[in-house]
Nanobody, 122 residues
Framework: QVQLVESGGGLVQAGGSLRLSCAAS??????????LGWFRQAPGKEREFVAA????????RYADSVKGRFTISRDNAKNTVYLQMNNLKPEDTAVYYC?????????????WGQGTQVTVSS
């Protein structure tokens, strides 16, 4: 079992930046073993993929809507994954979730955090 806790959300103006963090804890497999991803869900919409990073950090994958603006990274020594979000747009407003899973950058994902709200004002 892995527990994931997101932080760093908040209210920001369009064009601004935020960095989300997700700390992992729990017994079992080591943090290094997991694929890590970020997803988001806007009001009235389905949850969608944002970014993923493999166990070593050598492979990443992004949704087309965030390419060039968001960067995913991980610090295995701190059991933490990050999402740096730059040039934020109102359409980025959503609850952001981190997830841990298996595989390279596609999944599947087995564990989910509770989410952190990101609101971008125009």
């Amino acid at each position: 079992q892995v527990q994931l806790v997101e932080s760093g959300g908040g209210l920001v103006q369009a064009g601004g930046s935020l960095r989300l963090s997700c700390a992992a804890s729990g017994p079992g497999r080591t943090f290094n073993d997991y694929l890590l991803g970020w997803f988001r869900q806007a009001p009235g919409k389905e949850r969608e993929f944002v970014a993923a990073i493999n166990w070593s950090g050598g492979l990443t994958r992004y949704a087309d809507s965030v390419k060039g603006r968001f960067t995913i990274s991980r610090d295995n020594a701190k059991n933490t994954v990050y999402l740096q979000m730059n040039n934020l747009k109102p359409e980025d407003t959503a609850v952001y979730y981190c997830a841990a899973g298996r595989g390279s950058t596609v999944g599947p994902y087995d564990y989910w955090g509770q989410g952190t709200q990101v609101t971008v004002s125009s």
